[in-house]
């Protein structure tokens, strides 16, 4: 049974920092792309980071690049997603979500190429 479960959430200072976690059982995390994407209230799910341990590649959207650090421990089928110098813009749920691994990493990620989607943890950075 595939699961994926995020955690690390919460509310946070504009400058301050958070660690996402995304916890996966149920597939062999090694041959998939996975990331982390957001959704902000009345806008689309957005992708944030990805990552592929096939090729040690990843992605990241131009509004955390410098700020965001994706990282994976295959051992224990677990993603992170290291957030700094965070903004009130970055306020959304972060889903965690992956899939196997066919393209180069910045064509994969996007929300309309996953297939195993967590639940969600939301994040908000506000004084």
């Known amino acids: 049974q595939v699961q994926v479960v995020e955690s690390g959430g919460g509310l946070v200072q504009p400058g301050g920092s958070l660690r996402l976690s995304c916890a996966t059982s149920?597939?062999?995390?090694?041959?998939?792309?996975i990331g982390w994407f957001r959704q902000a209230p009345r806008k689309e799910r957005e992708g944030v980071s990805c990552?592929?341990?096939?090729?040690?590649?990843?992605y990241y959207a131009d509004s955390v690049k410098g700020r965001f650090t994706i990282s994976r421990d295959n051992a224990k089928n677990t993603v992170y997603l290291q957030m700094n110098s965070l903004k009130p813009e970055d306020t959304s749920v972060y889903y965690c979500?992956?899939?196997?691994?066919?393209?180069?990493?910045?064509?994969?990620?996007?929300?309309?190429?996953?297939?195993?989607w967590g639940k969600g943890t939301p994040v908000t950075v506000s004084s």
């Open positions: 979500a992956a899939v196997l691994h066919t393209q180069p990493v910045q064509a994969m990620c996007s929300p309309s190429k996953m297939n195993y």
């Open positions: 990552s592929s341990s096939m090729d040690g590649s990843t």
């Open positions: 149920g597939f062999p995390l090694e041959y998939y792309v």
